[in-house]
C-alpha cells in the first residue's frame, strides 16, 4: 500500500471550512448595501489566503477555497445560470437526534426558461487558488441533479422544455461549460456534490419523490446519464469524484438508509472515477453496498464526524477501516470526514480548532495506514 501521488489523496477532504466572524458580518453589509462588491470580494480573498494556510498547515495535499466566496454550497452555483430561480422547497425534517427534528423546507430549483451560462461561475474563484496554493487545487460544485430532485417535472416549464430530454440535456451542457472552463486554468480535481442519490435511499424522501410525479426506482439511471454527460469530454487527466451525504445544516442531518438501493448504478453506470461516502454514524448503513466497487475506482470513507465537536479514536477508525476493506480492497480506500464543516454559511456547531484537531487526525491515520 502507498500514498497516492494523485486524487482523490489518502486523507482528502469535503471542501467547506467555517466562515470566520468577520466574512459572515461582511456578508450581511453586502446585503443590505453597506459595503462595496470590492469591498466583500477583499475580505473574501484574506479569508481564503487564511484557509488555504490551515489545509496546507495541516498537510492536506487537495486544497479549497472553503467554500467562502458562497453562502449556500449550492444556490449560488444554481443562481448563477440563465433561466433558474430559486423557491422554497419540500417539506423535510432537519434533525441531530431521534426526536429533535426541525421541520424546514430547503430551497428548491425551478426553471422557467431554456438555461444558458451568462458566463464563467468559477473561474475566477478557482484562479485565484490556483495563485495562492503550492498544492492540488480542489473545485467543488453540486451536482447538476439539484436543478431537478427536489421539483421535478413540475418545476421546469413546459414551454421552455415540452420534452424533459431536452432540458436534461441543456442542464449537462451548462456544467459541462463551466467544467471546460476549469480545466482551461489548469484544473484537474472536481468535486461534484451528489446528495440525491443518498436522499433516494431513505424511505421517507423516496415517498415524496414519488408525491412530486417521480419515479425514485428509475432515477438513479436518470442521474447516471445527467453526469456522465456533464463530465464527457474532460482531460483524460482530470479527476472527477462524488460527494454523497444526507443533509449538513448547523450540525443536523435530513437523510437516513443505507446506500443498497442505488449502489450498484452508483459504482457501475457513473463514469467517475471516485467516491466520498458518509459513513459516520448508523444512518448510512454497513458496507455491504461497497461490494459493487469496481476495481479501478476509489472510495473515500467519511467515517469522521464535522457535526460534532467530539474527536473520533483512531483505533475505532482502524476498525472501520478494516471493516471496509472487507468488500473493497484496502488499496482502493481514502479517508475523510464525512461532510463539510460548513455547508451553509453559519456552519456546523464546531469550532476550528475541532476542523484543525479532525482534518489533522485523519492525516496522521492515513499516513500510518498506507505509508
Known amino acids: 500500500?502507498?500514498?497516492?501521488?494523485?486524487?482523490?489523496?489518502?486523507?482528502?477532504?469535503?471542501?467547506?471550512?467555517?466562515?470566520?466572524?468577520?466574512?459572515?458580518?461582511?456578508?450581511?453589509?453586502?446585503?443590505?448595501?453597506?459595503?462595496?462588491?470590492?469591498?466583500?470580494?477583499?475580505?473574501?480573498?484574506?479569508?481564503?489566503?487564511?484557509?488555504?494556510?490551515?489545509?496546507?498547515?495541516?498537510?492536506?495535499?487537495?486544497?479549497?477555497?472553503?467554500?467562502?466566496?458562497?453562502?449556500?454550497?449550492?444556490?449560488?452555483?444554481?443562481?448563477?445560470?440563465?433561466?433558474?430561480?430559486?423557491?422554497?422547497g419540500m417539506e423535510v425534517h432537519f434533525r441531530q437526534q431521534p426526536g429533535n427534528e426541525i421541520a424546514h423546507a430547503p430551497h428548491r430549483a425551478v426553471v422557467?426558461?431554456?438555461?444558458?451560462?451568462?458566463?464563467?461561475?468559477?473561474?475566477?474563484?478557482?484562479?485565484?487558488?490556483?495563485?495562492n496554493t503550492r498544492e492540488t487545487p480542489k473545485l467543488c460544485i453540486p451536482s447538476p441533479s439539484i436543478v431537478h430532485f427536489r421539483s421535478g417535472r413540475e418545476g421546469v416549464d413546459r414551454t421552455a422544455y415540452p420534452d424533459m430530454t431536452e432540458f436534461f440535456d441543456d442542464l449537462a451542457r451548462v456544467w459541462r461549460e463551466e467544467i471546460a472552463d476549469i480545466a482551461a486554468l489548469g484544473g484537474r480535481?472536481?468535486?461534484?456534490?451528489?446528495?440525491?442519490?443518498?436522499?433516494l435511499c431513505d424511505p421517507r424522501?423516496?415517498?415524496a419523490v414519488t408525491k412530486l410525479g417521480e419515479n425514485p426506482d428509475t432515477l438513479p439511471a436518470t442521474y447516471a446519464k445527467l453526469i456522465?454527460?456533464?463530465?464527457?469530454?474532460?482531460?483524460?487527466?482530470?479527476?472527477?469524484?462524488?460527494?454523497?451525504?444526507?443533509?449538513?445544516?448547523?450540525?443536523?442531518?435530513?437523510?437516513?438508509?443505507?446506500?443498497?438501493?442505488?449502489?450498484?448504478?452508483?459504482?457501475?453506470a457513473i463514469e467517475v472515477d471516485g467516491y466520498f461516502m458518509e459513513f459516520d454514524s448508523p444512518r448510512a448503513g454497513n458496507f455491504e453496498p461497497l461490494r459493487f466497487v469496481p476495481k479501478d475506482k476509489?472510495?473515500?470513507?467519511?467515517?469522521?464526524?464535522?457535526?460534532?465537536?467530539?474527536?473520533?479514536?483512531?483505533?475505532?477508525l482502524r476498525r472501520r477501516i478494516d471493516e471496509a476493506s472487507k468488500y473493497v480492497d484496502i488499496d482502493q480506500l481514502a479517508?475523510?470526514?464525512?461532510?463539510g464543516f460548513a455547508s451553509t454559511l453559519l456552519g456546523n456547531k464546531v469550532t476550528v480548532e475541532d476542523e484543525k484537531r479532525k482534518l489533522g487526525l485523519i492525516v496522521e491515520l492515513a499516513d500510518e495506514i498506507w505509508g
Open 1 to 88: 500500500m502507498t500514498q497516492r501521488t494523485t486524487p482523490p489523496f489518502r486523507a482528502d477532504h469535503v471542501g467547506s471550512f467555517l466562515r470566520p466572524p468577520e466574512l459572515i458580518e461582511a456578508r450581511r453589509k453586502r446585503e443590505v448595501g453597506d459595503i462595496a462588491p470590492e469591498q466583500l470580494r477583499d475580505i473574501e480573498s484574506a479569508a481564503v489566503r487564511d484557509v488555504i494556510a490551515l489545509q496546507e498547515g495541516i498537510g492536506l495535499r487537495s486544497i479549497t477555497d472553503g467554500d467562502f466566496r458562497r453562502g449556500h454550497w449550492w444556490n449560488d452555483f444554481v443562481l448563477a445560470i440563465d433561466g433558474i430561480e430559486i423557491q422554497g
Open 228 to 268: 456522465n454527460d456533464t463530465v464527457r469530454g474532460r482531460p483524460d487527466d482530470m479527476t472527477v469524484c462524488l460527494h454523497l451525504c444526507r443533509g449538513n445544516h448547523r450540525s443536523n442531518y435530513v437523510a437516513e438508509g443505507g446506500y443498497e438501493p442505488v449502489a450498484e448504478t452508483l459504482f457501475n
Open 298 to 316: 476509489t472510495i473515500v470513507l467519511g467515517l469522521v464526524t464535522t457535526k460534532f465537536p467530539e474527536l473520533e479514536k483512531k483505533d475505532d
Open 205 to 207: 424522501l423516496r415517498d
Open 189 to 199: 480535481y472536481i468535486q461534484l456534490d451528489e446528495v440525491n442519490l443518498a436522499f
Open 335 to 339: 479517508l475523510s470526514p464525512q461532510c
Open 112 to 131: 422557467t426558461k431554456r438555461m444558458s451560462r451568462p458566463g464563467s461561475i468559477c473561474a475566477d474563484q478557482f484562479q485565484f487558488l490556483v495563485e
